[in-house]
């Protein structure tokens, strides 16, 4: 079957069955007054593209085309953009990886996590054959034994999160049985990546990109592949159907019956499409490049995710002294193989402000830095007393007007 028949069995099954009234009256709200004929790909792109904002104006149930008795996983997103919709499947998925790593030799898996749906991950890599422990990433010194213990070949997590427990590891035969990186959350920066393979010289890393909307890996990289940037993937074609549409990644479900398909739906990630006949590792098709996010609502720092609403809302009793928008961004350097990542609070002070920008800018990073401490994971509090996590630092701007717009960087009116 082709991907075009599949689009259009999904299409047709999003549309006439008897659970599909929501997605009938997005259709109708598009002009669509009768089931969308998709015998061609120009056909599908005429299609209505959904998006977080669409989806949250309804509750999950009301979006299912199937009964609820029938879901079997239910996930979130992570929340990038300050939405968390749920998605329901009838299947669950996020078994390529596993079914990846297994076959280059992997059997014991340390999970390190913090949503709840990803405990899903644990069945399907047993059905790989992966032996899987999934552990809270705000507690890693608690599960350093485990590694001993378990005799763990593979760490799974994101870069910086598996650097840090990395870091924990000081016994050398833990980090040399260590022989698969599995890195997902976040593109690792190159100097985190060069820190990761000297803490763990024996790992062969694979990336993987994955969606809670997808329910599956939406692109994968091993080591390999002949190129080895933070953001190349080889797109996943086992059940989604990918389209560029503005710089913008827009995917769509191609396997049924699927409990909510999601259709032209806009992830938020830009790309660029890279097209080559074949990878030296053996695929073949589309590969892109993640070149950023639209719509993000966060900065993380070494996996902590600290929302950019909560970083202002800490700067409240500089009203006076402070225009009312914030640039916020980190910045990651890495020395011996540790790591440590500043806040950057890009600001511009009042003309009328009474405090010189030295002494104003000490009294902010103070403020942060406090309160940081104070509200802050577990996780995040250890980086600070560890010196990981170092004093914020202000920049002081002549200007900074509302359409600056930078990757990792985001204005919030305060």
């Not at 080889?234 to 396997?255: V, W």
Request: neutral net charge.
């Amino acid at each position: 079957m082709t991907a075009l028949q599949r689009l259009q069995n999904v299409v047709e099954f999003a549309y006439k069955n008897a659970y599909s009234s929501w997605y009938r009256n997005v259709c109708l709200a598009h002009g669509l007054t009768s089931s969308p004929n998709v015998s061609t790909y120009d056909e599908f792109q005429k299609l209505p593209i959904l998006d977080r904002a669409t989806l949250n104006q309804f509750s999950p149930v009301d979006r299912l085309c199937t009964p609820i008795s029938a879901v079997d996983d239910i996930r979130s997103t992570s929340g990038t953009s300050g939405q968390m919709p749920l998605f329901y499947f009838r299947t669950t998925g996020y078994r390529h990886m596993a079914r990846v790593l297994v076959q280059a030799g992997a059997r014991r898996k340390i999970y390190l996590w913090g949503y709840q749906h990803v405990i899903t991950h644990v069945e399907n890599d047993r059905l790989e054959g992966l032996q899987t422990v999934i552990c809270d990433p705000q507690q890693l010194p608690q599960h350093v034994p485990l590694v001993s213990a378990m005799k763990a070949d593979t760490l799974a997590g994101t870069p910086s999160l598996l650097l840090l427990f990395g870091q924990l590891l000081d016994n050398i035969d833990d980090r040399l049985r260590i022989r698969f990186l599995e890195l997902t959350g976040e593109p690792g920066r190159p100097q985190t990546m060069m820190a990761l393979r000297q803490v763990f010289p024996l790992a062969k890393i694979y990336h993987h990109y994955a969606m809670g909307e997808m329910g599956l890996e939406t692109g994968i990289r091993t080591p390999k592949c002949d190129r080895q940037d933070s953001g190349y993937f080889h797109l996943n074609p086992e059940g989604i159907f990918a389209e560029e549409h503005k710089g913008e990644l827009l995917l769509t479900h191609l396997n049924t019956p699927t409990a909510f398909p999601l259709i032209r739906y806009k992830t938020g990630d830009r790309i660029n499409w890279l097209r080559h006949d074949r990878c030296q590792c053996g695929h073949e098709g589309i590969s892109f490049e993640l070149s950023g996010r639209s719509n993000v609502d966060f900065v993380r720092i070494a996996g902590v995710e600290l929302r950019y609403d909560e970083i202002a809302g800490l700067l409240t009793q500089f009203d006076d002294a402070l225009e009312p928008y914030l640039a916020v961004e980190v910045s990651e350097h890495i020395s011996d193989a540790k790591q440590q990542v500043t806040l950057i609070l890009k600001i511009v002070a009042k003309g009328a402000a009474t405090l010189g920008t030295e002494q104003l800018a000490e009294q902010i990073c103070g403020v942060v830095s406090q309160n940081l401490k104070l509200s802050a994971t577990t996780r995040l509090k250890d980086m600070i007393d560890a010196r990981y996590f170092t004093s914020p630092k202000v920049k002081f701007l002549p200007e900074l007007p509302v359409s600056t717009k930078a990757p990792g960087i985001r204005l919030v009116e305060r």
